[in-house]
């Protein structure tokens, strides 16, 4: 069974930075993403990374946001955040080689999610 435990949220004054970490277990051949969700607003995805180290993000966050790995981590780069980047932040995955999509459906296996606020 695949688990997945986020850290490192938190509150950041708009134009700061932070870094979510996503311990995975389980398996090692996943689709991993990152997805957010904002009071009021359906789960959207931000960014995928599958094992073959190909890299997918949301067109509104490219250059702003980087998803890497590291062991059996996952992690988001998260720069020049702003206050509508203020959400919960979700670690995703799914038993395939490679992400076709960031569609929130396509994935299986969630973490509890860690909250990000970033004030103006």
């Known amino acids: 069974q695949v688990q997945l435990v986020e850290s490192g949220g938190g509150s950041v004054q708009a134009g700061g930075s932070l870094r979510l970490s996503c311990a995975v277990s389980?398996?090692?051949?996943?689709?991993m993403a990152w997805f957010r969700q904002a009071p009021g607003k359906e789960r959207e995805g931000v960014a995928s990374l599958d094992t073959y180290g190909r890299t997918m993000y949301a067109d509104s966050l490219k250059g702003r946001f980087t998803i890497s790995n590291a062991e059996n981590r996952l992690y988001l780069q998260m720069n020049s955040l702003k206050p509508e980047d203020t959400a919960t932040y979700y670690c995703?995955?799914?038993?395939?080689?490679?992400?076709?999509?960031?569609?929130?459906?396509?994935?299986?296996?969630w973490g509890q999610g860690t909250q990000v606020t970033v004030s103006s």
């Open positions: 995703a995955a799914v038993e395939i080689l490679w992400c076709n999509n960031l569609r929130a459906l396509s994935y299986v296996f």
């Open positions: 389980g398996s090692r051949r996943l689709c």
